[in-house]
């Protein structure tokens, strides 16, 4: 069996399209432009040199390379194969901060993109709890509904940046209300869990009492602290040059609020994990404490698991490509010694 698993992406079909009708047209031009400059009569003389054959096979070479990246990008798949999967009932939701404080560089590369790590090796080690992704600033905003499609949910994180949210700040309250709202809505499911991750600067949206209205619904909230509790810049990044965050004609700085996710910990019953600066291994600690409460076991779904086949057509792509670089398209010549 074999499939696309990203099927979208045919539109990328159109660059093909289009080289193809460059290269037609750039072998037209050639053409007059020799009409133009010389004599017909001196044509075969001024062309000897040049082998119109190796001109075509460079040119099927190219387009090969490109239809082979053009799959490569629709992400080819086969040889599935089943698997069953225990939907263990617990619903997760990773609430992910992603205001200017958290591009902070005390963990490199900066805190936001050490946090869209850590939640990617979590998902990792899941076997049929559903994940969801909300993200937040100033404002909040749902990047992911609650799903077993654990590829569909990765994707979406990766494209995770500040500019998803347009306005500034550290709203954690506001977004631990959107979570009991808008995803846990399923009152009689008891496995309900938040993974918070932020520096935890949140000044005024009351995330304590928001905390203290999901415990009250049975939501656990576990919070992970990033960054230097001593503070750290914020360096806003435009190629290579730089300049710090500024407000009020003063450099800003970034500090992690330990206190505050400790006490929304606390009142939910969840874990706080002082990650800091530090390297940490999230999914050994959700395995070994937020993931070890007893859950129910509500359904079995048998699933197919699909080797990936892009690394194939990406080689042939490669080759192609290298061997058109070096192949010219100068004749090549044989002399003979001797006197013939």
Partial sequence: MFRFAEIENIYWILILFVVILTYFYSFYRKKQALLKLADPALHAQLTDRFSLTKQWVKF???ITALLMLIITLLRPQGDPVTKTIKKQGRDLVFVLDIS????AEDLKPN???RAKQLISDVVDVLEGDRVALLVFAGSTAIKSPLTLDYYYFKNILSRISPDDVNKGGTNIGDAIRVVSQRLFYDQDNK???IILITD???HESFPLEAAEDAAQKGIRINTVGLGNPDGANIPIRQTENYSLLK???KVVETRLDETTLKKISEITKGVFIPVRTNLVDLAD????????SLKNVVESKKSKIWSELYQFFLGIAIIFLMVETVLGEIKFRFHRKGGF
């Fill in 60 to 62: 099927i070479f190219v």
């Fill in 100 to 103: 200017k404080s958290m591009l």
């Fill in 111 to 113: 805190r936001l993109e």
């Fill in 191 to 193: 496995f309900r869990d």
């Fill in 200 to 202: 935890g600067e949140d």
């Fill in 247 to 249: 407000y009020k004609s």
């Fill in 285 to 292: 600690l959700y395995k070994d404490y937020i993931a070890s």
